[in-house]
């Protein structure tokens, strides 16, 4: 998965999102440096810093789904966070340098569960022999040779029977780990963090086994795997592998960015907090290193995409020292009626196959004829040129408005087949985007 060519990642983007090739081509290649640079020799590799990209498009047109789909296609460290979350340090919020936090807690468990994979057998084994210890009746100290060969006769049966899955519905005790100690999600400042951390450590150190609690072999297989790779897995080594892959391939994605840009326009509200969060962004997206769990950490190498509609705001609304940090600017398209229609039907989830999969659950069959869409996309794009652009999500609106009755009644309509057409489509919505004002109000 690291080494996708920007090609492979292009066509997997295709997939959920239409139209936006620049953006898409952008993002890709930006991600193939960073494998490319891992394959230069270290004197250069350091000197490679990676170009940030920033996404500008109006409201609905895909940056956010961009994002989301590559979180589920990446395997190195990603995040994605809304820069309207943020305050400056001293503010009451999360502070700017937790994102660095985030995303160590994130390669953390990124490491773990590659780490678990690896080592699948020794976690099984630990499992499964903790498991069966607790079934037999223990073998007393100084048992006589035949006793012990007797004994592990009886465990090996109890292996065969666990591997099929006859234990599952016995019962055994079992500790339950104690509650996590991971603050890193918990929006607290990191001195708080820090101090909660010391104080949960001081208290499991004195009751570090947690409750015991009675539950089937099926669910103490889960409880047990937590602690299993525990046990197995070395900590430290987890942690700077961990470390290791945020530096050198960890990825921020930051939404909404305009939203903390001050419009040139707007004196009357001049939000100081805005410029703040700005100016703590500048050291992170430029290279500093940020105190996390898992130690220091030097945010050189990691990528940030930056997003945002810049409806109220422009690029040049930003503090000219972040405007600079990102290079490389894309602009995404507006939707066009075609596109809306590709959106409509293309998407491997897209809006219509999910309506069909909801109706299916009421065994109704929805069908829809192709020039329904058709309309359906021609009435989005309209509203969208009456009121305001709201991009695909007008697809939402209107979709709803359309299934409103049947959705309503589905259950009444077992069996059947609902096929919607042009004529239908026209009559529930024509009047309303005729009219500019309750385009407005309805859509
Ligand atoms: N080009 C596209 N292809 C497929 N689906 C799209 C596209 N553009 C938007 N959508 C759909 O429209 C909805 C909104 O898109 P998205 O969240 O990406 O908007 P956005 O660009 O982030 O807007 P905002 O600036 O308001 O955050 C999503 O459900 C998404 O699936
Ligand atoms: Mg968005």
Sequence with gaps: M???????????????????????????????????????????QDDVIPKNILMIGSTGVGKTEIARRLANM????????EASKYTEVGFVGRDVESMIRDLAAVSLKLVRESENEKNAEKIEAYIENKII?????????GASEQKKIDYEASFARMQAKFEKGDLDH??????????????????????????QESISKVLGGLNKKGK??????????????????????????????AIEKVEKGGIIFLDEIDKIAVASNSQSRQDP????????????VEGSTVHTKLGMINTDHILFIAAGAFHLSKPSDLIPELQGRFPLRVELDSLTEE?????????????????????????????????????????????????EDIGARRLHTVME????????SADEHKGESYIITREMVKEKLGKVVEDEDTTRYIL
């Design 2 to 44: 690291e080494n996708l060519t920007p090609k492979e990642i292009v066509s997997y983007l295709d997939q959920y999102v239409i139209g936006q090739d620049d953006a898409k081509r952008t993002i890709a290649v930006a991600l193939r440096n960073r494998y490319r640079r891992m394959q230069l020799p270290p004197e250069i």
């Design 74 to 81: 990446m395997s190195v460290p990603f995040i994605k966070i």
């Design 133 to 141: 210890e607790k079934l037999l009746p223990p073998l007393p100290a």
């Design 170 to 195: 016995l019962k055994i005790k079992v500790e339950m780990p104690l509650p996590g100690l991971d603050f890193e999600g918990s929006g607290l400042p990191p001195q708080m963090a820090n101090v």
């Design 212 to 241: 015991e609690k009675e539950v089937t072999v099926k669910e103490a297989k889960r409880i047990l795997a937590e602690e299993a790779s525990a046990e197995l897995l070395d900590d430290e080594q987890l942690k700077e592998l």
């Design 273 to 284: 907090s805005k410029e703040g969060v700005q100016r703590d962004l500048l050291p992170i």
């Design 339 to 387: 596109v809306l229609y590709r959106i409509l039907t293309e998407p491997k989830n897209s809006l219509v196959k999910q309506y069909e999969a909801l109706m299916q659950v009421e065994e109704l069959k929805l069908v829809f004829e192709e020039e329904s869409l058709k309309e359906v996309a021609h009435l989005s794009s309209l509203a969208n040129e009456k009121a």
């Design 401 to 408: 408005k359309i299934l409103e009755e049947i959705s309503f």
